[in-house]
């Protein structure tokens, strides 16, 4: 790991965690530098990467002010969020899984108004596959395409950007969310409920049918 890297680990997770308190000024470059044993180089580079993020606020001949995340950050700081200390964090965990079922139930009602007769099949089809995956992982895979295709068809730019987020952490530890697909055969009578309404252009059922879905692959990792 670049010593950037550390240094920036280590003060994203002192914001987050609340060692400093929105408006706070962070020590000097330079102190940073010295308390923490690494070259000004890394400082400045993990300093940036903060500050993309929104997590501190830099402004010329004033002091470091760390920001306020929970109104200024965005999705990127999701993944420091989920998995500080190298784990997940089960409260941010849960959250997560309530507005991602939340999210996909709404873009299955749109999708079901929205949706190409291409996309109705490749729903079908993939509810087809998750039932007989042979192993976990392909079932995981098969279950983000799933969603993936629902959001497509759902046509709304916002919710793909969204999805483009979520699927970053997702992937980034895909084994500690394995657990979405425990038991898939189970869950496979759930995958084709929605893909159906949505092929009906059932609005209310597409959308009911693929929170259930959600809901109880939410419960499975929670």
């Known amino acids: 790991m670049l010593v950037s890297d550390d240094v920036f680990r280590r003060l994203t997770e002192d914001i987050l965690g609340g060692a400093y308190e929105p408006g706070e000024k962070l020590p000097t470059q330079r102190a940073l530098a010295r308390d923490l044993g690494v070259n000004m180089a890394s400082i400045r580079e993990a300093v940036k990467r903060l500050e993309q993020l929104r997590l501190v606020e830099v402004r010329h001949g004033d002091a470091m002010r760390v920001s306020d995340w929970r109104t200024s950050g965005g999705l990127d700081v999701l993944a420091h969020l989920l998995f ?3 784990g997940l964090d ?3 965990l849960a959250d ?4 991602r079922a939340l999210m996909l139930s709404e873009a299955a009602r749109l999708a079901a108004t929205r949706r190409s007769d291409d996309q109705a099949h490749q729903l079908a089809e993939t ?3 998750i039932a007989g995956a042979g192993d976990a992982t392909t079932a995981q895979a098969l279950d983000w395409a799933f969603y993936a295709t629902i959001v497509d068809a759902a046509g709304n730019l916002v919710l793909g950007l969204v999805m483009n987020s979520i699927r970053h952490v997702y992937f980034q530890s895909a084994d500690l969310f394995a657990k979405v697909v425990d038991d898939h055969e189970a869950l496979a009578p759930l ?3 929605a893909a ?3 092929a009906q252009k059932n609005e209310s ?3 009911a049918a693929t929170k259930r879905l959600a809901q ?3 419960e499975r990792l929670l």
């Open 216 to 218: 109880a692959q939410a």
């Open 191 to 193: 995958y084709t409920e």
């Open 96 to 99: 997560l899984m309530e507005a």
């Open 90 to 92: 089960r409260s941010t």
């Open 127 to 129: 509810a087809a596959r």
């Open 196 to 198: 159906q309404a949505i």
């Open 84 to 86: 500080r200390a190298g």
């Open 205 to 207: 059922e597409a959308a």
